[in-house]
């Protein structure tokens, strides 16, 4: 039987702020020559101790030179740049590979894998772990691990002072190969799959963000319509009280008759007008409250002639009041709704079921569906941001109707759990059981729950009608 599709939808055609330029000229210049400096400083110092204090022959000129070498490129870097420049992907990667062929040869002066400090060389390959992208990751990586392997049998020896070598056993030399071999690989897996999940989650919450705003945007609108018809309400009652006072007395003027009613007509067609775009007046307090069957009504309205039946229930839980609660009518949770309700709707085989429920504690809506339900493999995860594009584009033939805006079920959840809700989403049935197998409520099933202050409004905001009329942006 067929399974339910990922629900998150990707249609974010390569929004810029977005997609993944966002992740290539996120590394500033400075930062990377700030880091750097710490690595002169470093190297500088472990140079000094071990030739000083425990009277390590070096190479002191080539060890000069290989330090110079950064300090020099970070000279150039700092003076010709301006403190605001960031790097490309490209350029991130080329001073990635920069260090990790200076600390090699550093490392190759100095005793190879002998010298302790070879295990520095997982440093580049980790921070291009954390802001490139992962082929770039991959390629430092392997030069990295390319150059240990060599670094293992081509180096210059440790020389003590009394002319003993300095160099690890065989098999310890062999472990400390392997040990940084899997920690090169762990450390920049890990680093890179933090970095992974925390962009994505930023693309996820800015897209959540740009819903809101938009969903704040039409409610605004909305409110100044719904203003703007009601004072207007009053001058267009008066210019059709005095127009028709103007038809009566000019009967014997027909031209003048006919002035007064078109002025009529006109007045007429305002009021048609306003009205159609709004139905309320002022800064009505009753917008922002609503009964909780008007909250969900609203929030199913664009998906409720889409050829699936909607179904609501609505009632108290066990030991709840009769009567029915006024809730916040607030953007993010209705469109957090309408998200849920809209994927409901497009997976759905022929009915929709929005159960709310509330008590003296909380409040719960349940919205279910008799499609396929959620496929298993993704049911933990329901909720993650699913960041990507659909290949080849088109249309959805599962969704012949949704244009998205992708992440919606991210966007839903995330609404939702600023409003004070807490979501679980499951299914109401094996998904692989057969079809006549399946309950009717078989498909997939998302509980909605608020503590009952979180979603209540307060009783006397509820009944106070209609407030004063405030400027715009009050």
């Known amino acids: 039987m067929p399974q339910r599709p990922s629900p998150a939808p990707a249609l974010i055609a390569d929004p810029r702020p977005l997609g993944s330029r966002a992740r290539g000229d996120w590394v500033r210049l400075r930062t990377l020559i700030l880091l750097r400096w710490i690595a002169i400083a470093g190297q500088v110092t472990a140079l000094t101790v071990a030739a000083r204090l425990f009277g390590v022959e070096l190479p002191v000129l080539h060890c000069i030179l290989a330090v110079g070498v950064s300090v020099v490129a970070n000279l150039i870097a700092t003076f010709a740049y301006p403190e605001s420049k960031r790097l490309s992907e490209t350029e991130a990667m080329l001073t990635q590979l920069f260090d990790i062929a200076q600390l090699g040869l550093l490392v190759f002066l100095t005793g190879g894998l002998n010298n302790p400090f070879a295990l520095l060389m997982i440093v580049p390959v980790t921070i291009s772990a954390t802001a490139l992208d992962l082929r ?214 022929a009915r929709v079921w929005i159960t709310a429920t509330w008590t003296d504690a909380e409040i719960a809506v349940r919205i279910a569906d008799d499609g396929p339900g959620f496929p298993p493999q993704i049911l933990g995860r329901i909720g993650d941001p699913f960041v990507r594009g659909r290949e080849g584009g088109g249309e959805d033939p599962l969704r012949p109707e949704y244009a998205g805006m992708g992440l919606g079920l991210f966007i839903a959840k995330t609404l939702l759990e600023r409003s004070g809700a807490r979501l679980d989403f499951a299914n109401g049935s094996d998904p692989f059981l057969t079809g006549s197998e399946r309950p009717e409520r078989g498909g997939a099933v998302v509980l909605v729950v608020w503590p009952r202050g979180a979603l209540v409004a307060e009783a006397d905001q509820a009944r106070a009608g209609l407030g004063q009329n405030l400027p715009m942006g009050a």
């Open 136 to 349: 770039y990751t991959v390629f430092l990586g392997a030069v990295a691990s390319i150059l240990l392997t060599l670094l293992a049998f081509y180096h210059l020896p440790l020389v003590l002072a009394d002319g003993s070598v300095l160099r690890l056993p065989g098999i310890q030399l062999f472990g400390f190969w392997v040990a940084i071999q899997i920690g090169l690989a762990f450390l920049a897996a890990y680093a890179w799959r933090i970095a992974h999940e925390s962009h994505s989650m930023a693309q996820a919450l800015a897209a959540t963000q740009m819903a809101l705003a938009r969903e704040q945007k039409l409610t605004d609108l909305g409110g100044v319509v719904a203003a703007a018809a009601h004072e207007l309400g009053t001058p267009l009652a008066t210019i059709k009280l005095v127009s028709a006072e103007l038809m009566e007395e000019l009967e014997g003027h027909p031209e003048l008759q006919a002035d007064a009613r078109l002025i009529r007509e006109q007045a007429d067609r305002c009021r048609d007008i306003l009205q159609s775009m709004g139905r309320t007046g002022k800064d009505d307090l009753m917008l922002r409250v609503a009964p909780l069957s008007a909250l969900l009504r609203e929030a199913a309205e664009p998906h409720r002639e889409r050829g699936k039946e909607v179904i609501f229930e609505i009632g108290p839980g066990q030991g709840g009041d009769a009567r029915q609660p006024s809730v916040h009518r607030r953007p993010e949770i209705i469109h957090g709704l309408r998200n849920l309700i809209q994927n409901a709707v497009d997976f759905a085989a």
